[in-house]
């Protein structure tokens, strides 16, 4: 059975729907399939310390993307970096400590990620503007 998700991918300024074909097509090749990719529920106040730009629920293979992003002043590239971000935790696998405690951001992790063609442009636009995210 096909599952329906009532949550949209059409914001006011971009369509997720589109980057994150663009994003599946460039570096994955259109290997992520059966993703759904969608704004979170907007919220009445601003995180006041830090935000968390995106998300992803692998068993449900559902991306979120944090609806401060639907923005003007948001370049596009910066946006794609955080889906691409999500989309790279799709393909490399967590690890584990010698604990068993799960690791998602790993040496390997951070190497996928770099390979975004913007990286450290989105990184230095990140620190730049964070403020602008919270209260
Ligand atoms: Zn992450």
Same mark, same amino acid.
């Given at each position: 059975m096909q599952r329906q998700f009532v %949550?949209?991918?059409?914001g006011r300024f971009f369509d997720l729907r589109f980057l994150f074909n663009k994003l599946n097509a460039r570096?994955?090749?259109?290997?992520?399939?059966n993703y759904s990719i969608v704004w979170g529920k907007k919220r009445r106040l601003r995180p006041r310390?830090?935000?968390?730009?995106g998300s992803i629920q692998e068993e449900d293979r559902l991306i979120r993307i944090h609806p401060?992003?639907?923005?003007? %002043?948001?370049?596009v590239w910066f946006l794609e970096y955080v889906i691409y971000h999500e989309m790279c935790h799709a393909v490399v696998p967590d690890e584990f400590d010698a604990q068993g405690r799960r690791i998602v951001h790993h040496e390997r992790f951070y190497a996928e990620e770099?390979?975004?063609?913007r990286f450290r442009r989105a990184k230095a636009w990140e620190a730049d503007n964070l403020a602008r995210f919270l209260r």
């Open positions: %949550f949209k991918e059409k570096y994955f090749n259109n290997c992520l399939e310390n830090e935000i968390v730009f401060l992003l639907d923005r003007a %002043f948001v370049p770099r390979k975004f063609h």
